[in-house]
């Protein structure tokens, strides 16, 4: 599987953007897909995920509320709807897939260590 994260870009605070994870291979339709994010000189954090059926999602409590994860397997793409969005929220965002969806700690924790497949991230600016 190969992952390609787009549609990153400057908005405003207050603002809503669209970011969007595409993916070549067959597996992906069978895969859990989850959104991370690192802003300067911070660690890699987690942010949402979503099981391969999109029957089940897990989002950081900074992001609840105001980001959406969806997907449409028929086209191989997994999105982060953000909306009120903050300053903070400011950071290159990555999608990441791997073939199971556990607990919500299996996510936060460590950074998204563990996942099988990573993208090359889309920069995000939130400017105040």
């Known amino acids: 599987v190969q992952l390609q994260a787009s549609g990153g870009g400057l908005v405003q605070a207050g603002g809503s953007l669209r970011v969007s994870c595409t993916a070549s291979?067959?597996?992906?339709?069978?895969?859990?897909v989850g959104w991370f994010r690192q802003a300067p000189e911070k660690e890699r954090e987690f942010v949402a995920a979503i099981i391969w059926s999109g029957a089940s999602t897990y989002y950081a409590d900074s992001v609840k509320g105001r980001f959406t994860i969806s997907r449409d397997n028929a086209k191989n793409t997994v999105y982060l709807q953000m909306n009120s969005l903050k300053p903070e929220d400011t950071a290159v965002y990555y999608c990441?897939?791997?073939?199971?969806?556990?607990?919500?700690?299996?996510?936060?924790?460590?950074?998204?260590?563990?996942?099988?497949?990573w993208g090359k991230g889309t920069l995000v600016t939130v400017s105040s």
């Open positions: 291979g067959r597996a992906f339709s069978s895969s859990s």
């Open positions: 990441a897939a791997r073939s199971w969806f556990g607990t919500y700690s299996d996510w936060d924790a460590r950074g998204g260590y563990g996942m099988d497949y």
